[in-house]
Protein backbone atom coordinates (compact mmCIF):
# COMPACT_ATOMS: atom_id res chain seq x y z
CA UNK A 1 0.00 0.00 0.00
CA UNK A 2 1.30 3.32 -0.86
CA UNK A 3 1.73 6.50 1.11
CA UNK A 4 -1.23 8.31 -0.33
CA UNK A 5 -3.66 4.99 0.36
CA UNK A 6 -2.67 4.77 3.67
CA UNK A 7 -3.41 8.12 5.11
CA UNK A 8 -7.11 7.23 2.97
CA UNK A 9 -7.41 4.02 4.59
CA UNK A 10 -9.27 4.04 7.71
CA UNK A 11 -8.30 2.18 10.50
CA UNK A 12 -11.06 0.93 13.02
CA UNK A 13 -11.11 1.29 16.62
CA UNK A 14 -9.66 -1.17 18.91
CA UNK A 15 -11.64 -2.75 21.83
CA UNK A 16 -10.15 -1.06 24.37
CA UNK A 17 -9.95 2.08 22.22
CA UNK A 18 -13.98 2.03 22.64
CA UNK A 19 -13.46 1.01 25.89
CA UNK A 20 -11.83 4.29 26.86
CA UNK A 21 -13.52 6.13 24.79
CA UNK A 22 -16.95 4.76 25.81
CA UNK A 23 -15.71 5.22 29.83
CA UNK A 24 -14.37 8.69 29.05
CA UNK A 25 -18.08 10.51 27.65
CA UNK A 26 -20.13 8.56 31.04
CA UNK A 27 -17.47 10.09 33.45
CA UNK A 28 -16.83 13.36 31.83
CA UNK A 29 -21.14 13.72 31.38
CA UNK A 30 -20.91 12.62 35.08
CA UNK A 31 -18.81 14.83 36.15
CA UNK A 32 -19.90 18.17 34.40
CA UNK A 33 -23.56 18.50 36.54
CA UNK A 34 -21.20 17.90 39.97
CA UNK A 35 -19.21 20.81 39.08
CA UNK A 36 -21.87 23.43 37.78
CA UNK A 37 -23.59 23.31 40.87
CA UNK A 38 -20.40 23.64 42.90
CA UNK A 39 -19.41 26.89 40.79
CA UNK A 40 -22.61 27.99 41.86
CA UNK A 41 -22.26 27.60 45.45
CA UNK A 42 -18.49 28.35 45.96
CA UNK A 43 -17.21 31.39 47.59
CA UNK A 44 -14.08 31.12 47.29
CA UNK A 45 -12.01 33.04 44.21
CA UNK A 46 -8.78 31.17 43.87
CA UNK A 47 -11.27 27.64 44.47
CA UNK A 48 -13.76 29.06 41.77
CA UNK A 49 -11.09 29.62 39.18
CA UNK A 50 -9.79 25.65 39.47
CA UNK A 51 -13.89 24.87 39.38
CA UNK A 52 -14.56 26.50 35.82
CA UNK A 53 -11.17 25.02 34.74
CA UNK A 54 -12.15 22.04 35.24
CA UNK A 55 -15.66 23.05 33.63
CA UNK A 56 -13.78 24.07 30.95
CA UNK A 57 -11.76 21.04 30.16
CA UNK A 58 -14.72 18.94 30.84
CA UNK A 59 -17.06 20.39 28.38
CA UNK A 60 -14.22 20.11 25.84
CA UNK A 61 -13.57 16.85 26.16
CA UNK A 62 -17.23 15.49 25.97
CA UNK A 63 -16.97 17.72 22.35
CA UNK A 64 -14.04 16.14 21.03
CA UNK A 65 -15.43 12.74 22.03
CA UNK A 66 -19.01 13.22 20.65
CA UNK A 67 -17.28 14.24 17.09
CA UNK A 68 -14.97 10.47 17.46
CA UNK A 69 -18.08 9.13 17.86
CA UNK A 70 -20.08 10.83 15.16
CA UNK A 71 -16.66 10.36 12.70
CA UNK A 72 -17.37 6.73 13.54
CA UNK A 73 -20.85 6.15 13.12
CA UNK A 74 -21.02 5.07 16.95
CA UNK A 75 -24.30 5.95 18.99
CA UNK A 76 -22.98 8.41 21.60
CA UNK A 77 -23.40 7.52 25.16
CA UNK A 78 -26.68 8.67 27.23
CA UNK A 79 -24.76 9.33 29.94
CA UNK A 80 -25.90 12.41 32.51
CA UNK A 81 -27.09 16.01 31.47
CA UNK A 82 -28.44 19.10 33.28
CA UNK A 83 -31.44 17.17 33.85
CA UNK A 84 -29.38 15.37 36.56
CA UNK A 85 -28.12 18.51 39.17
CA UNK A 86 -29.98 21.50 40.67
CA UNK A 87 -27.29 24.24 40.42
CA UNK A 88 -30.13 25.56 42.92
CA UNK A 89 -29.91 23.71 45.65
CA UNK A 90 -28.40 24.86 49.19
CA UNK A 91 -24.85 24.56 49.75
CA UNK A 92 -23.94 20.27 50.71
CA UNK A 93 -20.02 20.67 51.12
CA UNK A 94 -17.65 23.43 52.12
CA UNK A 95 -15.53 25.37 50.34
CA UNK A 96 -12.66 22.63 51.51
CA UNK A 97 -14.81 20.20 50.51
CA UNK A 98 -14.66 21.06 46.77
CA UNK A 99 -10.94 21.84 46.78
CA UNK A 100 -10.42 18.05 47.31
CA UNK A 101 -13.12 17.04 45.35
CA UNK A 102 -11.27 19.01 42.33
CA UNK A 103 -7.71 17.41 43.01
CA UNK A 104 -8.90 13.62 43.68
CA UNK A 105 -10.46 14.54 40.30
CA UNK A 106 -7.25 15.40 38.53
CA UNK A 107 -5.72 12.50 40.15
CA UNK A 108 -8.48 10.14 38.80
CA UNK A 109 -8.06 11.45 35.49
CA UNK A 110 -4.57 10.77 35.79
CA UNK A 111 -4.60 7.54 36.75
CA UNK A 112 -7.36 6.77 33.76
CA UNK A 113 -5.75 9.09 30.82
CA UNK A 114 -2.55 7.82 31.54
CA UNK A 115 -3.85 3.98 31.42
CA UNK A 116 -6.10 5.02 28.18
CA UNK A 117 -3.12 6.28 26.60
CA UNK A 118 -0.98 3.40 27.18
CA UNK A 119 -3.74 1.42 25.30
CA UNK A 120 -4.21 3.12 22.32
CA UNK A 121 -2.99 2.47 19.12
CA UNK A 122 -4.42 4.72 16.97
CA UNK A 123 -2.50 8.35 16.59
CA UNK A 124 -5.80 10.25 16.93
CA UNK A 125 -6.56 8.38 20.13
CA UNK A 126 -2.97 8.62 21.19
CA UNK A 127 -2.78 12.53 20.46
CA UNK A 128 -6.55 13.07 22.12
CA UNK A 129 -5.45 11.04 25.74
CA UNK A 130 -2.00 12.87 25.77
CA UNK A 131 -4.11 16.26 25.77
CA UNK A 132 -6.54 14.76 28.28
CA UNK A 133 -3.57 13.79 30.37
CA UNK A 134 -2.02 17.18 30.58
CA UNK A 135 -5.48 18.73 31.25
CA UNK A 136 -5.48 16.38 34.10
CA UNK A 137 -2.77 17.13 36.08
CA UNK A 138 -2.67 20.71 35.24
CA UNK A 139 -6.47 20.46 37.50
CA UNK A 140 -4.45 18.07 40.11
CA UNK A 141 -1.83 20.82 40.31
CA UNK A 142 -3.49 23.69 40.28
CA UNK A 143 -5.21 22.53 43.46
CA UNK A 144 -2.84 21.26 45.41
CA UNK A 145 -1.03 24.56 44.61
CA UNK A 146 -3.95 25.90 46.36
CA UNK A 147 -3.89 23.59 49.23
CA UNK A 148 -0.39 24.44 49.86
CA UNK A 149 -0.91 28.42 50.03
CA UNK A 150 -4.46 27.47 52.77
CA UNK A 151 -2.02 25.32 54.64
CA UNK A 152 -4.93 22.76 54.28
CA UNK A 153 -2.60 20.26 52.39
CA UNK A 154 -2.14 16.97 54.44
CA UNK A 155 1.29 15.92 53.62
CA UNK A 156 2.47 12.05 54.03
CA UNK A 157 4.62 11.27 57.54
CA UNK A 158 8.02 12.24 57.46
CA UNK A 159 10.36 9.40 57.91
CA UNK A 160 13.91 9.52 59.59
CA UNK A 161 16.59 9.43 56.13
CA UNK A 162 19.06 6.23 56.83
CA UNK A 163 22.65 6.40 56.96
CA UNK A 164 23.76 4.42 54.07
CA UNK A 165 21.91 1.80 51.79
CA UNK A 166 21.10 -1.69 53.09
CA UNK A 167 20.21 -5.14 52.07
CA UNK A 168 17.95 -6.86 53.70
CA UNK A 169 19.32 -10.20 55.62
CA UNK A 170 16.15 -12.51 57.48
CA UNK A 171 12.98 -13.26 55.92
CA UNK A 172 11.41 -12.08 59.29
CA UNK A 173 11.28 -8.78 57.22
CA UNK A 174 8.28 -10.26 54.76
CA UNK A 175 6.72 -11.67 58.33
CA UNK A 176 3.26 -9.77 59.48
CA UNK A 177 0.95 -12.51 60.81
CA UNK A 178 3.38 -14.01 64.00
CA UNK A 179 6.35 -12.81 66.12
CA UNK A 180 7.48 -9.04 66.46
CA UNK A 181 6.29 -7.30 63.21
CA UNK A 182 8.46 -4.59 61.81
CA UNK A 183 7.48 -1.24 60.70
CA UNK A 184 6.32 -0.05 57.67
CA UNK A 185 8.42 1.08 54.75
CA UNK A 186 8.12 4.50 52.94
CA UNK A 187 6.36 3.02 50.09
CA UNK A 188 3.84 1.11 52.80
CA UNK A 189 3.68 4.19 54.53
CA UNK A 190 2.66 6.06 51.80
CA UNK A 191 -0.30 3.40 50.35
CA UNK A 192 -1.63 2.84 53.55
CA UNK A 193 -1.61 7.23 53.74
CA UNK A 194 -3.35 7.63 50.06
CA UNK A 195 -6.21 5.05 50.98
CA UNK A 196 -6.64 6.55 54.37
CA UNK A 197 -7.14 9.82 52.46
CA UNK A 198 -9.22 8.26 49.86
CA UNK A 199 -11.78 6.56 52.11
CA UNK A 200 -11.83 9.84 54.63
CA UNK A 201 -12.82 12.04 51.13
CA UNK A 202 -15.72 9.20 50.34
CA UNK A 203 -17.11 8.43 53.34
CA UNK A 204 -17.66 12.85 53.61
CA UNK A 205 -19.39 12.45 50.18
CA UNK A 206 -21.35 9.62 51.21
CA UNK A 207 -22.47 11.66 54.36
CA UNK A 208 -23.59 14.72 52.16
CA UNK A 209 -25.46 11.62 49.61
CA UNK A 210 -27.53 9.98 52.31
CA UNK A 211 -28.72 13.71 53.67
CA UNK A 212 -30.46 13.83 50.14
CA UNK A 213 -30.93 11.47 48.68
CA UNK A 214 -34.58 10.63 47.77
CA UNK A 215 -34.53 6.66 47.50
CA UNK A 216 -34.58 5.14 51.10
CA UNK A 217 -32.93 2.25 49.40
CA UNK A 218 -30.27 4.25 48.24
CA UNK A 219 -29.78 5.87 51.51
CA UNK A 220 -29.31 2.51 53.19
CA UNK A 221 -26.96 1.74 50.76
CA UNK A 222 -25.08 4.83 51.39
CA UNK A 223 -25.07 4.57 54.94
CA UNK A 224 -23.75 1.14 54.21
CA UNK A 225 -20.79 2.68 52.63
CA UNK A 226 -20.29 5.11 54.94
CA UNK A 227 -19.67 2.31 57.45
CA UNK A 228 -17.25 0.22 54.78
CA UNK A 229 -15.21 2.98 54.82
CA UNK A 230 -15.27 3.67 58.70
CA UNK A 231 -14.09 0.23 58.83
CA UNK A 232 -11.51 0.66 56.34
CA UNK A 233 -9.63 3.98 57.71
CA UNK A 234 -9.97 2.60 60.87
CA UNK A 235 -8.32 -0.26 60.23
CA UNK A 236 -5.44 1.40 58.51
CA UNK A 237 -5.03 4.21 61.53
CA UNK A 238 -4.16 1.57 63.30
CA UNK A 239 -1.26 0.28 60.81
CA UNK A 240 0.14 3.90 61.06
CA UNK A 241 -0.11 3.91 64.89
CA UNK A 242 1.72 0.60 65.59
CA UNK A 243 4.78 2.34 63.41
CA UNK A 244 3.90 5.54 65.63
CA UNK A 245 2.97 7.06 62.60
CA UNK A 246 -0.14 9.86 62.24
CA UNK A 247 -3.10 9.02 60.71
CA UNK A 248 -4.58 11.70 58.59
CA UNK A 249 -7.56 13.45 59.93
CA UNK A 250 -10.59 13.33 58.25
CA UNK A 251 -13.24 15.26 56.59
CA UNK A 252 -16.63 14.78 57.96
CA UNK A 253 -17.23 18.41 59.56
CA UNK A 254 -17.33 19.83 56.26
CA UNK A 255 -20.45 18.58 54.69
CA UNK A 256 -23.35 21.08 55.44
CA UNK A 257 -26.83 20.11 57.22
CA UNK A 258 -28.77 20.35 54.04
CA UNK A 259 -31.44 17.59 53.14
CA UNK A 260 -32.47 19.34 49.68
CA UNK A 261 -30.74 17.07 47.00
CA UNK A 262 -28.47 19.11 44.18
CA UNK A 263 -28.30 15.69 42.02
CA UNK A 264 -30.28 13.41 41.36
CA UNK A 265 -30.45 9.58 42.79
CA UNK A 266 -28.98 8.10 39.51
CA UNK A 267 -25.89 10.33 39.54
CA UNK A 268 -25.18 9.81 43.00
CA UNK A 269 -25.09 6.36 42.49
CA UNK A 270 -22.94 6.44 39.57
CA UNK A 271 -20.33 8.36 41.90
CA UNK A 272 -20.62 6.37 44.93
CA UNK A 273 -20.17 3.35 41.85
CA UNK A 274 -16.71 5.37 40.16
CA UNK A 275 -15.43 5.87 44.01
CA UNK A 276 -15.68 1.88 44.81
CA UNK A 277 -13.69 0.99 41.27
CA UNK A 278 -11.17 3.18 41.93
CA UNK A 279 -10.90 2.01 45.58
CA UNK A 280 -10.58 -1.32 44.34
CA UNK A 281 -7.68 -0.35 41.62
CA UNK A 282 -5.71 1.70 44.57
CA UNK A 283 -5.99 -1.14 46.78
CA UNK A 284 -4.73 -3.69 44.28
CA UNK A 285 -1.90 -1.87 43.38
CA UNK A 286 -1.04 -1.42 46.76
CA UNK A 287 -1.70 -5.27 47.60
CA UNK A 288 1.28 -5.69 45.26
CA UNK A 289 3.73 -3.27 46.62
CA UNK A 290 3.07 -4.14 50.43
CA UNK A 291 5.80 -6.62 51.33
CA UNK A 292 4.76 -7.44 55.17
CA UNK A 293 2.06 -10.77 54.98
CA UNK A 294 -0.32 -8.93 57.24
CA UNK A 295 -1.13 -6.03 55.01
CA UNK A 296 -1.64 -8.24 52.25
CA UNK A 297 -4.13 -10.19 53.87
CA UNK A 298 -5.57 -7.01 55.29
CA UNK A 299 -5.97 -5.67 51.58
CA UNK A 300 -7.26 -8.33 50.18
CA UNK A 301 -10.21 -8.49 52.87
CA UNK A 302 -11.10 -4.85 52.05
CA UNK A 303 -11.07 -5.60 48.12
CA UNK A 304 -13.43 -8.21 49.02
CA UNK A 305 -15.48 -6.37 51.07
CA UNK A 306 -15.52 -3.23 48.91
CA UNK A 307 -16.26 -5.54 45.59
CA UNK A 308 -19.07 -6.87 46.96
CA UNK A 309 -20.10 -3.44 47.75
CA UNK A 310 -19.39 -2.13 44.14
CA UNK A 311 -22.38 -5.26 43.40
CA UNK A 312 -24.77 -4.09 45.33
CA UNK A 313 -24.55 -0.67 43.54
CA UNK A 314 -24.37 -2.48 40.17
CA UNK A 315 -27.65 -3.98 41.12
CA UNK A 316 -29.64 -1.56 42.21
CA UNK A 317 -28.24 0.56 38.95
CA UNK A 318 -29.54 -1.88 37.05
CA UNK A 319 -32.97 -2.62 39.03
CA UNK A 320 -34.05 1.17 38.49
CA UNK A 321 -32.86 0.85 34.90
CA UNK A 322 -29.96 3.00 35.52
CA UNK A 323 -27.13 1.17 34.15
CA UNK A 324 -26.00 1.98 30.49
CA UNK A 325 -24.93 -1.30 28.79
CA UNK A 326 -20.81 -1.00 27.84
CA UNK A 327 -19.43 -1.92 24.65
CA UNK A 328 -18.91 -5.65 24.68
CA UNK A 329 -18.06 -8.24 22.50
CA UNK A 330 -20.31 -10.09 19.82
CA UNK A 331 -22.39 -13.52 21.31
CA UNK A 332 -21.89 -15.48 18.81
CA UNK A 333 -23.51 -18.72 19.95
CA UNK A 334 -26.62 -16.22 20.07
CA UNK A 335 -26.31 -14.90 16.68
CA UNK A 336 -26.15 -18.80 15.38
CA UNK A 337 -29.53 -19.10 16.54
CA UNK A 338 -30.86 -16.22 14.39
CA UNK A 339 -31.59 -13.76 17.23
CA UNK A 340 -30.10 -9.88 16.93
Given amino acids: MDEKNM ?13 VLWTSYITESATLPVLKYFNNIVEDIEIKQIIELAISKSTEHLISLTEIFTKENYPIPIGFSDEDVNVDAPRLFSDTYMLFFLRNLGKAGIAADGMAFSM ?53 FLRGWFGERRTLTAEEIAHIFM ?3 NNSNGKALLIGFSQTVRSEELRSHFIKGIELARSIIKNLSTLLEESTLPAPMTWDTEVNNSTIAPFSDKLMLFHVSALTSIGIGNMGGSLGLSLRRDL ?17 SANIMI ?22
Fill in 7 to 19: KNHHIQLTSAEIG
Fill in 120 to 172: AARKDIRELYYHYLIDAAHVEDKAKEVMLSKGIFIRPPYISIPDQPDFIEKQA
Fill in 195 to 197: NHT
Fill in 296 to 312: ATKYLSMIKDIGLYAED
Fill in 319 to 340: KNGWFERPSQAMDREYLSKGKK
